[in-house]
């Protein structure tokens, strides 16, 4: 699914099962990060008249998730805690090397948020399927729809702006080395733990 070469093991839903308040904070922050990566991109590359149209309407989408986890967090009588950290986006951050033309910047860029995507999806899916807590799993089922677009849109873009080749080969090793992350993780309950 979605090009991941490791799967995630479906025992990490029981992790987060345990403690539903731990992933929602954590996944609160996942979107505000989401929409602080589409704004960055508006601001880093204009001239990108496309790009600036779709990630303006994903900082509302992307926006408009954080408050929908946040209002699961408030109906279930808690208060948004602090920002955890991402073990696994400052991990996969370090794969392309720094420096390069502005091309290269943004294709990295975007190849790193579709893959952010697409593990977020994979993520979203096992929980739609797994979880216990049948309401929250209907949330996830939703969510997980919506995510799935964001991953092509961003491949897209990459392949649009970025030499074909060059990019899907880039794409598949920074998949492979994904996939390395991930032998470590699936432990803990957030959502790339
Ligand atoms: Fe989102
Ligand atoms: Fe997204």
Redesign the pocket.
Known sequence: MLGLKLPTDPRWVNIVEKNIEEILTDHAWC?QK?TSTAISLIVQFPEHTELVQAMTA?VK??IS?FKMVHDKILERGWVLGRDRKDEYVNRLMQFFPKGGSRTTHLVNKLLYAALI?AR?CERFRLLSEELQDKELAEFYRKLMV??AN?YTMFLKFAREYGNREEVDKKWQDLLTFEAEIMKDLGKKETIHG
């Open positions: 979107e989401a994903l989408e992307e998730h995507e977020s919506s995510e964001h």
